[in-house]
Nanobody, 115 residues
Framework: VQLQASGGGLVQPGGSLRLSCAAS????????MGWYRQAPGKQRELVAS???????NYADSVRGRFTISRDNAKNTVYLQMNSLKPEDTAVYYC??????????WGQGTLVTVSS
């Protein structure tokens, strides 16, 4: 199983970024996928998740600004982030939980929101 996250970078407050996580090694269309983030000095937290039936869940801090989606034909999950705030600065990770009773994580992509 491999998860390759990309799309992070430096953006000004109010800007947008789209993160991608390309998956391989398991049946992606059956998988529940999530995006997490970890800011310096803080615990890793769930940002958004999407199920096999496209049901989504968001942290209160990002609801209305972030959108999670998936393309099963491309084995990819996305996180569209709009109206970014400095407090969104973190390393963002994608996760495929409970694949063969194992949780898999991508390598992380850094998002920095600063003027």
């Amino acid at each position: 199983v491999q998860l390759q996250a990309s799309g992070g970078g430096l953006v000004q407050p109010g800007g947008s970024l789209r993160l991608s996580c390309a998956a391989s090694g398991f049946i992606f269309s059956d998988a529940y996928m999530g995006w997490y983030r970890q800011a310096p000095g803080k615990q890793r937290e769930l940002v958004a998740s999407i199920g096999r039936a496209l049901r989504t869940n968001y942290a209160d801090s990002v609801r209305g600004r972030f959108t999670i989606s998936r393309d099963n034909a491309k084995n990819t999950v996305y996180l569209q982030m709009n109206s970014l705030k400095p407090e969104d600065t973190a390393v963002y990770y994608c996760k495929a939980p409970n694949v063969g009773r194992t949780d898999y994580w991508g390598q992380g992509t850094l998002v920095t929101v600063s003027s």
